[in-house]
């Protein structure tokens, strides 16, 4: 089981000590963690090498996530708020951003053909299964209709390998400022599939056309 250390720089123990790493991790950041964890035991093939991999992996959609809201405005230009319509960043910058921070971690790939018929935005090879992270835009209310076709395109990507993957939003809706908290940007969602097991993704939202807390409008 997942667990940090309470004292000093903490050390998150991944699927019985097979992954250790350093993490100065929030107390937020833990729940987020501990939680998302909870929700994937008993998903379909989340087990052994691919827990492994997969907790490994929501470890660093967590901080970076963190990490993009909370200097978005400095240092992300195309989270920051839209003034103008023709200037809406597309999902591509996105794309740009979690595969350069991962790619210093883990081995990745960009577009990767021949999966599913389709093409992956982020694929992640690893022994004997792979992960891979779809990345859309939403402009509108965040709801869970508005997410649901983006769900079965991302879950669609599961028919020749685990039924696990991740599926990342650049969240551009309007909205007031400091909303949504970093709880509500790392969650699991089922999908049922008629005559098989569910499908399940970890949903990464990423609030882009942010608001500053200095910014009173609602």
């Excluded at 990507?157 to 909303?179: E, F, K, M, N, W």
């Amino acid at each position: 089981m997942a667990g940090l250390s309470t004292t000093g720089a903490r050390l998150v123990q991944v699927a019985a000590g097979q992954f250790w790493f350093r993490a100065d991790f929030s107390a937020v950041e833990k729940r987020i963690f501990d939680t998302t964890l909870d929700a994937l035991d008993g998903a379909e093939d989340y087990g052994g090498e691919v827990k492994q991999r997969m907790d490994h992996l929501i470890f660093l959609l967590i901080r970076f996530v963190s990490d993009r809201i909370d200097g978005q405005s400095k240092r992300f230009g195309y989270l920051a708020r839209i003034t103008k319509a023709d200037e809406t960043p597309l999902e591509d910058e996105l794309q740009e951003d979690l595969y350069d921070y991962l790619n210093s971690i883990l081995v990745c790939d960009l577009e990767r053909t021949d999966i599913s018929s389709g093409r992956t935005d982020i694929y992640i090879p690893c022994d004997g299964f792979r992960l891979i992270i779809e990345l859309k835009r939403l402009v509108v209310a965040w709801t869970d209709a508005a997410i649901a076709p983006l769900l079965r395109q991302t879950t669609a990507y599961h028919q020749t390998d685990i039924r696990l993957g991740v599926l990342g939003i650049l969240d551009l809706s309007d909205r007031p400022a400091g909303v949504p908290h970093l709880d509500q940007c790392i969650y699991v969602q089922k999908r049922e599939v008629a005559g098989e097991p569910d499908r399940t993704a970890v949903v990464m939202r990423v609030p882009g056309n942010a608001r500053t807390p200095s910014d009173s409008k609602a």
